[in-house]
């Protein structure tokens, strides 16, 4: 079976860091890109970018760019989404999601979420 | 970017109705096109790639069309479980991008 276990929820104030995490078991780490996605309270979906596990050649989305760290340890199956600075509006819930690269290609799996809160 | 655009935003309907939501791209995705339903609190869940084939233990009366830049999910007969929020993305070029979702609502 599938699954894709993520970290718990974290409350923090602005300007410092986390890093959540997302970890994959019940298939082959290395057939899969993983993909994070945002979700701010009562909004859509946005995919902020993804990482190949294997040589951690990562593609983000420009929105996301120079905010965000997208990482992985493909030893553990994990892969990683780090700020280095929070601000109010990093406030959402975070998916990852796997998708397989030499056939689908599309989101085949989700975590079950992580929620971010970043208050004073 | 390439911008996903879902019509109707909102949509009720009742259980056993058909049900179509269409999904726009404003350029050429080919048939790279997926859908999700989304309960509130929930993940998202996988039900259509490559614009019409059902994602692995997805009901049959779910389905999708499309190529190009417009694309369709049809739900045949609308049960109670259905009733979320869908969205479409293309995956075909970078960034990926979503529709906004249509909320399905008990009529």
């Known amino acids: 079976e599938v699954q894709l276990v993520q970290s718990g929820a974290e409350v923090k104030k602005p300007g410092e860091s986390l890093r959540i995490s997302c970890k994959g078991s019940g298939y082959n780490f290395a057939n899969y890109w993983i993909s994070w996605v945002r979700q701010m309270p009562g909004k859509g979906l946005e995919w902020m970018g993804r990482i190949d596990p294997t040589d951690s050649y990562t593609k983000y989305n420009p929105s996301f760019q120079g905010h965000v760290t997208i990482s992985a340890d493909k030893s553990i199956s994990t892969a990683f989404l780090q700020w280095s600075s929070l601000k109010a509006s990093d406030t959402a819930m975070y998916y990852c999601?796997?998708?397989?690269?030499?056939?689908?290609?599309?989101?085949?799996?989700w975590g079950q979420g992580t929620l971010v809160t970043v208050s004073s | 970017d390439i911008q996903m655009t879902q019509s109707p935003s909102s949509l009720s309907a009742s259980v056993g109705d058909r049900v179509t939501i269409t999904c726009r791209a404003s350029?050429?995705?080919?048939?790279?096109l997926a859908w999700f339903q989304q309960k509130p609190g929930k993940a998202p869940k996988s039900l259509i790639f490559?614009?019409?084939r059902l994602h692995s233990g997805v009901p049959s009366r779910f389905s999708g069309s499309g190529s190009g830049t417009d694309f369709t999910l049809t739900i045949s007969s609308l049960q109670a479980e259905d009733f979320a929020t869908y969205y479409c993305?293309?995956?075909?070029?970078?960034?990926?991008?979503f529709g906004q979702g249509t909320r399905l609502e008990i009529k």
């Open positions: 993305q293309q995956y075909n070029t970078y960034p990926i991008t």
């Open positions: 999601a796997i998708e397989e690269k030499y056939t689908s290609g599309y989101p085949e799996f």
């Open positions: 490559a614009a019409s």
């Open positions: 350029q050429g995705i080919s048939d790279y």
